[in-house]
């Protein structure tokens, strides 16, 4: 015959299984970080108790590239747009996996057509 053991147990503390994401939010790019036709934008992973994440962890981007409208200080009552003419967006998944170091390069591909544009990229993951 069985007994069943019951005791009350004390949680004193507990480390939510969340990852903190660093990354350079306030660098505007330009043509200069452009190299081989590829734009590259690091990111910092590592769990919020200070941990690194696990080698061969997998990492989703799902990323936006959406073109810019200009704008001008002087005339910003002004359009300098036509809104009949097609707005250059796209959208994209990648996925990669860590490498143990918690640091991690998205790629992108930055043709020449693009490269003369002004552009928001957004990147979630």
């Known amino acids: 015959m069985e007994k069943e053991v019951t005791q009350k147990v004390f ?14 939010e306030d660098k505007i790019y330009s043509k200069a970080d ?15 108790s200070g941990a690194k994440l696990d080698k061969d962890s997998n990492v989703n981007f799902d ?3 959406i073109e810019r409208e200009p704008r001008s200080k002087k005339y910003k009552n002004f359009v300098f747009v036509n809104p009949s003419n097609y707005k250059y967006q796209f959208r994209n ?12 390069e998205l790629r992108l591909e930055m043709p020449q057509a693009l490269q003369n544009k002004k552009i928001y990229i957004l990147v979630q993951l």
């Open 11 to 24: 949680i004193e503390s507990k480390v939510a299984n969340s990852i903190a994401i660093e990354a350079d």
């Open 34 to 48: 452009i190299k081989d036709g590829m734009m590259k934008f690091k990111f910092d992973f590592k769990y919020l």
């Open 63 to 65: 990323y936006n590239v």
């Open 93 to 104: 998944f990648a996925e990669t996996k860590t490498d143990g170091s918690g640091e991690l």
